[in-house]
């Protein structure tokens, strides 16, 4: 089975732009959750899609949004970009028949503002 | 809110030697999943092993195996036989489980152990 995949791996933006981030489940997974990675916060939680509905969200102000797809491929949208917006974004997939709540995560989206 | 808490920043191990990764967690919860996570220089997180808090037996999982103590809300992993491909970030996660909905399916991270196994 393929694993998580996202696209583009990497990207470099100014500030005040917006960003578009793509993230493709496991197959037959549903849920898909996204991170943000930095060196001074660590991995941070943003939100969770499942079956095209958010069913959770983190403590990110409203210019991080997302949506998933009936495919349930997911996308993550940064708008009006700041510098501190730099960071790995991680997507992660669940869902599996044995455990269904274990989150496996794709290689992530190194974000570079300037 | 959950919190998890790696008290070691880094550590380091020889060749073929154990060492264990210690990971407390603060919750009042009483249904939950704990989680390591390794993340390798590629950046790749790569689910090591997972723990039902409900499941008083240890989690194994080849070389690794924790040490879960729920009454003192601690989760520890350790590493036999260590090996050069082990070097890498861990991180210790919490997962509160079911579905009353709020946090479930959202991993709350340590801030990690970065371990060096040398040759």
């Known amino acids: 089975k393929a694993g998580v995949t996202q696209t583009p791996r990497y990207l470099i933006k100014t500030r005040g732009q917006q960003v578009t981030l793509s993230c493709s489940p496991i197959?037959?997974?549903?849920?898909v959750s996204w991170y943000q990675q930095t060196p001074g916060q660590g991995l941070q939680f943003l939100f969770e899609?499942?079956?095209?509905?958010?069913?959770n969200k983190g403590n990110f102000p409203g210019r991080f949004s997302g949506r998933q797809f009936s495919n349930s491929r997911s996308e993550m949208n940064v708008s009006t970009l700041e510098l501190g917006d730099s960071a790995l974004y991680l997507c992660?997939?669940?869902?599996?028949?044995?455990?269904?709540?274990?989150?496996?995560f794709g290689p992530g989206t190194r974000l570079t503002v300037t | 809110a959950q919190t998890v808490t790696q008290s070691q920043p880094e550590m380091s191990v020889q060749e073929a030697e154990t060492v264990t990764l210690s990971c407390t967690y603060d919750?009042?919860?009483?249904?939950?999943?704990l989680f390591w996570y390794k993340q390798p220089p590629s950046r790749q997180m790569i689910l090591v092993i997972r723990?039902?808090?409900?499941?008083?037996q240890n989690a194994t999982e080849n070389r690794f195996s924790v040490n879960f103590q729920k009454a003192a809300k601690s989760f520890s992993l350790k590493i036999s036989d260590s090996q050069l491909g082990d070097t890498a970030m861990y991180f210790c996660?919490?997962?509160?489980?079911?579905?009353?909905?709020?946090?479930?399916?959202?991993?709350?991270f340590g801030k990690g152990t970065l371990l060096t196994v040398n040759p």
């Open positions: 992660a997939s669940s869902g599996g028949a044995t455990y269904s709540y274990e989150q496996y």
């Open positions: 197959s037959g997974h549903r849920s």
């Open positions: 899609y499942f079956s095209e509905t958010q069913r």
């Open positions: 919750t009042s919860e009483n249904n939950y999943y």
């Open positions: 723990q039902e808090a409900y499941k008083q």
């Open positions: 996660a919490f997962m509160k489980s079911g579905n009353s909905g709020g946090s479930n399916y959202k991993l709350t």
